[in-house]
C-alpha cells in the first residue's frame, strides 16, 4: 500500500472505522514475532511493517483507497487515470472488501495497513477475521443493491457469498482457460483481468451483468458456451 494524498482527496471515513480501531488495538498488543508470524512475511518486511503498525493514525494523512492499494489488479484498473466519470461510477458501484477496514467505498480514506483475510487473528470469541466480520459485510453491502459482480478472490468473496439470500442476484467473474472441460484460473493473469474489468465498467458505465459479458482484453474474452445466470466465464484467448 502507499500514501497519497495530493492526487485526489478522500470523501469519507469507513463505515466499520469503529471495528478497525479495535483490530488495530489488537495488533499492537502482539509482540514484534507474533506480527511476523501473522504477516507470514520475512523479517526484513516485518520489520517495516512493525514500525508502520505502531505508529498508525487512522484519522490524519489518509488515502483514498482506490488509490492506496498497489497490487496487480489496482495496476491493471490504472484509477490514476480515469476520468472525472468514471471516478464518479466506481464512487457509486465499486466496493473494496478489506480484512482490516471490512469494507470500503473508493474514496474512503485509509492508512496502509498489513492485514489479509485468512490472517489467524483471534478476536475474542472470534478465532479469525471471517468470525470477527461474520455477516456485517453482506449484510451492509445487500443494503446498497441487489445485485453484486463479484470481482474478488475466495478467501474475500466468502464474506459475501456464503450469507447471500434468495432476493440478492451474486454473479462471479472468472478468468481461466480449459483444460480436460474444466475452467482452471492462474493467478496473475487473473488480477490482471478483475483489474481491467473494473476499467471496462466505469469507462462504459456498465449497469448489469449481461453488459459486463462484453469484456474482452488482450488474454480473454467472454465463453457463453461455460457462463449461467451466477457465473461470467472469460476463456484464456489462444
Not at 497519497?4 to 469507513?14: A, E, V
Not at 495496476?75 to 480484512?99: C, K, N
Not at 474514496?107 to 468470525?131: C, I, S, T
Not at 456498465?206 to 462484453?214: L, Q, R, S, Y
Request: glycine letters at 6%; charged letters at 25%.
Amino acid at each position: 500500500m502507499k500514501v497519497d494524498t495530493d492526487s485526489l482527496g478522500w470523501r469519507d471515513l469507513p463505515a466499520f472505522l469503529p471495528d478497525a480501531r479495535t483490530l488495530l488495538d489488537r495488533l499492537q498488543q502482539l509482540s514484534d514475532s507474533e506480527l511476523q508470524t501473522l504477516w507470514k512475511c520475512s523479517e526484513q518486511l516485518a520489520v517495516r511493517q512493525i514500525a508502520n503498525l505502531r505508529q498508525m493514525d487512522l484519522d490524519h494523512n489518509l488515502t483514498p483507497a482506490i488509490l492506496s492499494y498497489e497490487g496487480i489488479q489496482y495496476q491493471y484498473m490504472a484509477p490514476g487515470v480515469f476520468t472525472s466519470q468514471a471516478l464518479d461510477y466506481i464512487a457509486e458501484h465499486l466496493r473494496i472488501l478489506s480484512g482490516f477496514y471490512g469494507i470500503l467505498r473508493p474514496f474512503d480514506g485509509v492508512a496502509p495497513y498489513r492485514l489479509e483475510m485468512q490472517a489467524r487473528l483471534r478476536m475474542g470469541e472470534a478465532k479469525d477475521l471471517y468470525a470477527f466480520w461474520g455477516d456485517r459485510l453482506a449484510r451492509h453491502l445487500f443494503s446498497e443493491t441487489d445485485c453484486v459482480l463479484n470481482l474478488a478472490s475466495k478467501e474475500y468473496s466468502i464474506c459475501i457469498s456464503r450469507y447471500l439470500p434468495s432476493h440478492i442476484r451474486f454473479v462471479t467473474c472468472v478468468f481461466g482457460e480449459e483444460k480436460n472441460g474444466k475452467i482452471i484460473e492462474k493467478g496473475t493473469l487473473c488480477k490482471m483481468a478483475r483489474g481491467e474489468m473494473v476499467r471496462y465498467l466505469a469507462e462504459r458505465r456498465i449497469t448489469t451483468p449481461e453488459e459486463a459479458a462484453g469484456f474482452s482484453s488482450p488474454h480473454y474474452q467472454y465463453a457463453k458456451a461455460y457462463s449461467n445466470e451466477s457465473t461470467l466465464v472469460f476463456l484464456r484467448k489462444g
